[in-house]
């Protein structure tokens, strides 16, 4: 009997701690799934990295300042993808001229990191690795944040190659998803203008450089600040390498945890661009210039083409410049280049060409050395384009040519 109570005693210790141990199981596994459906678990968050992709310049006139793409490596989710801001295409009608107008629609675009590695080792351009130092949180962030930005109604955005390009839009998702406040070390009150800037990646592309040039103005000769000289790839790296994050509780992390090459840079197939640089044309200009206004001295000749030719192509040039005080280019639309450039010869040739051929005289050149004048004035307050001295020399001294040529007909008729 005694025997039969213990083992009825024991069997109940038993089922009160097994029903015990069961309770407490269901208790936790609903904590866990209670704390699941609120936030991410911690292997969810420690499986993200997030790094910044700093791309070397290509050969393309639009791919020779570099390229900046973000890195999303998800391993949790199996995703590791190259986000990138720089998508365009074109094949979209009037490209070009909606580039230039700065009606340009860039989209962001999102790509196998295995792919975007392949494209630019295939051009021979270097990729460089910036992991950033990242709490779990901020990296969820900027996760979600661009799962946002690539929602059809977000993924287009009006590009701006200054102030809103693929370089400054990565930076601006990386930055303000960042809980703590970022400092950039031995941070400059004010760096090179913008147009210095380019120079640092068109030095070896003369006409691409011209180009720039001509359809710059005077704001882009302002220096500018630490978020403006960002816009460049290389330049972004560079602050990125020297970034530090200051948390809430005052103590400090960098803003990179690890940085290196992916791909290092290979050879790359540079065409042959032309064999003059802009100023030698200009220069042969110049000559030609001269050698017509001492041949129509020493014989007598009175070579008008010539002249309506330079008028052509002085508008011509000129219709490029001032469509540009349209654009939506904030640094475009105060051009004193206009002065030397701009379309009003294009409505005087006819007359001028006439008049010449009637051996009258015609006041579009007095009007041509005044806005020559003030051309060169105006090298003052905003660097011109290779070459344009010398042109504006050109159109001086066939004004000056034309004007004294005037006077001596009149004095001669008189």
Known sequence: MRNINYFCNVKRLRNIITTTAVCLIALICSEIQAANSATPGNAERDSIKISLLTCSPGTEVYSLYGHTSIRLT???????????????????????????????????????????????????????????????????????????????????????????????????????????????????????????????????????????????????????????????????????????IKNADGTERPLVLSEGYVIKEGPKAIGKGFPLRPSSCAWLIFAVTVAVSLLEARKGYRLWPFDTFMMIFYGCMGVIVFMMFFSQHPTTSTNLQVLLFNPLPLFFAYRTAKRAMAGRPDPFWKYAIIFTALFFIGGFFQDYAEGTYVLALSLLVRSAWNIFRQHKLISTKG
């Open 74 to 244: 998800d391993y949790g989710r199996g995703v590791d993808v190259a986000v990138n801001y720089g998508m365009f295409s074109f094949g979209k009608p009037f490209f070009v001229l909606r580039f230039i107008f700065g009606i340009t629609d860039y989209e962001m675009g999102i790509i196998p990191f295995e792919y975007f590695c392949r494209e630019y080792e295939s051009e021979g351009r270097s990729i460089y690795q910036q992991e950033l130092n990242l709490t779990a949180d901020e990296k969820l962030a900027i996760r979600d944040a661009l799962a946002v930005n690539y929602m059809p109604q977000n993924r287009v955005y009006r590009y701006n190659y200054f102030y809103d390009n693929c370089t400054t839009r990565a930076r601006d998702i990386l930055i303000n998803n960042i809980k703590g406040k970022t400092e950039v070390a031995d941070a400059k009150e004010e760096y090179p203008s913008f147009r210095e800037l380019t120079y640092m990646f068109n030095k070896d592309y003369p006409w691409a450089r011209f180009g720039n040039d001509i359809l710059l103005g005077v704001k882009s000769d302002k220096k500018t600040d630490l978020k403006e000289h960002q816009f460049l790839p290389s330049l972004l790296q560079e602050d990125f390498s020297n970034t530090i």
